[in-house]
T-cell receptor
Framework: GQQVMQIPQYQHVQEGEDFTTYCNSSTTLSNIQWYKQRPGGHPVFLIQLVKSGEVKKQKRLTFQFGEAKKNSSLHITATQTTDVGTYFCAGFTGGGNKLTFGTGTQLKVEL | NAGVMQNPRHLVRRRGQEARLRCSPMKGHSHVYWYRQLPEEGLKFMVYLQKENIIDESGMPKERFSAEFPKEGPSILRIQQVVRGDSAAYFC????????????????FGPGTRLTVL
């Protein structure tokens, strides 16, 4: 079945440093979504990418969808303590209404 | 506009008991999804329902687990004869639209039910 892996699994950064998480799918995706889950909380939708090579920005967050539509990345510039949480990518293969979530990257930001 | 509501937020059961988890989707949403999350892990799709229909239950264990989304009332995830391995956070999500060939609509998640089996 479809697998969606993320690396790294954990990342500790100092406040102000940049952070990147990478998402790789075993199959081609129709689209990719990104969610953030704070500790003890629930996933919150961040963004959706649909087009090959698409790049979208939300303030300090930059999202990219690979040319082959099998990988994606999320980059955070100058992290803040409010960025703490686990970031999940989730892929849709177009064959139904099911999202396959990645394994997640847990970000910790230290002052 | 209330978000997705789940109750109870925490549920403790002894082995062999039944667990019933409820989910009320956002107003106007007719698509409900259930996910299971083990500690320190990602979300695993369990089932996708529309009103009175199970559309995709490919992620749900064949035994002891069932889900429904009746015409009236919340969606229910039911776990019979719980075992310790069922301990997890169960999240419900809802969306407004069907997928087209390119994209799936944004999913709004509820706060989850943390199930602990003693």
């Amino acid at each position: 079945g479809q697998q969606v892996m993320q690396i790294p699994q954990y990342q500790h950064v100092q406040e102000g440093e940049d952070f990147t998480t990478y998402c790789n799918s075993s199959t081609t995706l129709s689209n990719i979504q990104w969610y953030k889950q704070r500790p003890g909380g629930h996933p919150v939708f961040l963004i959706q990418l649909v087009k090959s090579g698409e790049v979208k920005k939300q303030k300090r967050l930059t999202f990219q969808f690979g040319e082959a539509k099998k990988n994606s990345s999320l980059h955070i510039t100058a992290t803040q303590t409010t960025d703490v949480g686990t970031y999940f990518c989730a892929g849709f293969t177009g064959g139904g209404n099911k999202l396959t979530f990645g394994t997640g990257t847990q970000l910790k930001v230290e002052l | 506009n209330a978000g997705v509501m789940q109750n109870p937020r925490h549920l403790v059961r002894r082995r062999g008991q039944e667990a019933r988890l409820r989910c009320s989707p956002m107003k106007g949403h007719s698509h409900v999804y259930w996910y299971r999350q083990l500690p320190e892990e990602g979300l695993k799709f369990m089932v996708y329902l529309q009103k009175e229909n199970i559309i995709d239950e490919s992620g749900m264990p064949k035994e002891r687990f069932s889900a429904e989304f009746p015409k009236e009332g919340p969606s229910i995830l039911r776990i019979q004869q719980v075992v310790r391995g069922d301990s997890a956070a169960y999240f419900c999500a809802s969306s407004l639209m069907l997928a087209d060939e390119f994209a799936l609509d944004e999913q709004f998640f509820g706060p989850g039910t943390r199930l602990t089996v003693l």
